[in-house]
Nanobody, 112 residues
């Protein structure tokens, strides 16, 4: 059974940083591309970033490009999202995802 368990959300002021982690189990993590998606209050799910299985290629939504960095440690079965220069519009529940399977989500709130 695929399991994705997130940690690292919280409350931060505009301009601040958060780092999300996603621990994966139940599949061979190193063989799969992984993604981050988010859902802001009252809005549809938004794709944020993706990374190929070996970490060699990463892609980002225009809304986060230059501020967020996706990475992975295959030896630890863990996916990361470093979020810098956060804006209030980044407030959302963040999910890591493998194909159509998502984690439980973690709240990231950017507010002064």
């Amino acid at each position: 059974e695929v399991q994705l368990v997130e940690s690292g959300g919280g409350l931060v002021q505009p301009g601040g940083s958060l780092r999300l982690s996603c621990a994966a189990s139940g599949f061979t993590f190193s063989r799969y591309a992984m993604s981050w998606v988010r859902q802001a209050p009252g809005k549809v799910l938004e794709w944020v970033s993706a990374i190929l299985s070996d970490g060699g290629i990463t892609t980002y939504a225009d809304s986060v490009k230059g501020r967020f960095t996706i990475s992975r440690e295959n030896a630890k079965n863990t996916l990361y999202l470093q979020m810098n220069s956060l804006k209030p519009e980044d407030t959302a529940v963040y999910y890591c995802a493998k194909d159509q399977t998502r984690s439980q989500g973690t709240q990231g709130t950017v507010s002064s």
